[in-house]
């Protein structure tokens, strides 16, 4: 008892100490500010994650205070404590804040040298009996190809738990590149201008993504949980290697270490950047309501994507595509999973949010969907591709888990042992999907898939030059019966709703993505029952 009074005595005389030395420092007008705005994130029962930058303190390592408090004016001080920043994490403050009450909404701030921040809310999990709990959902934030209005619908919702992010928060193209059309117009242009390798390079897209103002109301209003997809380092990637990654670009080990060190100091994420031992998934627990599962169906245990060719006749297709040793999980982080499940056996609902599309998508023949005449930025070679191996109905998407069927069917078939109401949240696409999870053969689905919208970056729609709007999506839908909605022109996110009884997923879509001025609304509302995911998505 002496000892840890003394500590606490101790503890509170350096900080006095650093109080006052910031104060002295301030009276010479600090250059110091906070340029990036503050954010929280990993929300547990006892605590969570915040997190800042500081700018004007380039070439020195700068003291910074952190304070967590029971209110906004930051008088009842909860946790407070000093940490330092420097070249070494590109000034960014990262603090994995412990002994906080359970289901608190709580306040937290940072000051440098006499400057204060900005100051954040955020949330610990509850325990126990919980009623409710408000997620949101989003993907895909593709800064040159218009506003972060979605971002900005998230921070005004006074009623969110969290804001799970899966995945493509940054984007690696250069000006030119994917998506870049309407930068300058915005005044959007990506920075750096060029395709992201370096360390540096990663940092600074970083950046500005948490420069945006919408980016910085999000996380200011609500704890994130986020997981990586690709573009946080290059286009359809894989444990080894990317579509978008080159020999004549460097090694790939080295450039994806840069982008993954990057988004360890940027986001308010917890662990550490271990390179290809990175280990993103992880759970969290919301009382006895939900078990939330995050996974990394991107970097640590998935296989190349199948290769197909127009000169393969269907039988191959078929054959590259069901080849049983390809994985996308892994098998440590598929036994992890299974771990997972079973200590979520408490829960009534078993969320498990992930990259990719899991539904089975077979494609409609894009013949007669498709004008190839009219212009589009898709190439005419790309176009008449897939036109030509859309024949006969087969997946396409195959950077999804259609790529990985084996691994699918052990994936749903550890959903069906091991889960009692299981929810899948998906990304990726930039469209707004629905389905019935299905194990081959069944017709019951042992799952439900809920997939958000992008927050900027384009759809189906914006690439494919279709006879008629909607042309794609109505074909798409007629012909997999798995898949409940679907909607391909509109950007948005997705709020998941869950009590004890039911499990309910709101798709809030923009219109207005490259104007200042813009509307938003529900464009679709799905329901599952706990104890029924059998019976699989109803209307809500």
Known sequence: MLRRSFIRVLASGILFTLLAKQSRQSLAKSQCAFEHGIASGDPLADGFVIWTRVSGAEGRTVAVLWRVCADAKMTKVLREGVVETGPATDYTVKVDVRGLQCGARLYYQFIVEGVK????KSRTLPSGDVEEARLAVVSCSSYPTGYFHVYREIANRDDLDAVLHLGDYIYEYGL???ATEYAQELNRVPDPPGELMTLSDYRRRHAQHKADPDSQAMHAAHPVIAIWDDHEIANDAWHSGAENHNDDEGGWAARRDAAIKAYFEWMPIRGEACGEDTRIFRDFRYGNLLSL???????????????????????????VL????????GSCQQNWLRSSLRSAAGTTWQLIGQQVMVSTLRSPDLGPLLDLERETSVSREVLEFNVAMSKGNPPLLLDTWDGYAAARQNFLADLKAGATNPVVLSGDL?????GNLLLDGQDEPVAVEYMTSSVTSPGFADYLPEVRPGAVRDATLELNANLQYMETERRGWLCMTLTPSSCTGEWHLIDGLRSRDYTSSIDRVLTVEAGKVHNGLAEG
């Open 117 to 120: 921040s900005p100051v954040g």
């Open 176 to 178: 030119g590149e994917y």
């Open 293 to 319: 599962i995050m996974l990394d169906t991107r970097l640590y245990g998935r296989d190349m994507q199948p290769q197909i060719s127009q000169d393969m006749t269907p039988l191959e297709v078929e054959d």
């Open 322 to 329: 069901k080849m049983p040793d390809r994985q996308m999980l």
């Open 430 to 434: 930039h469209t707004s999907l629905a």
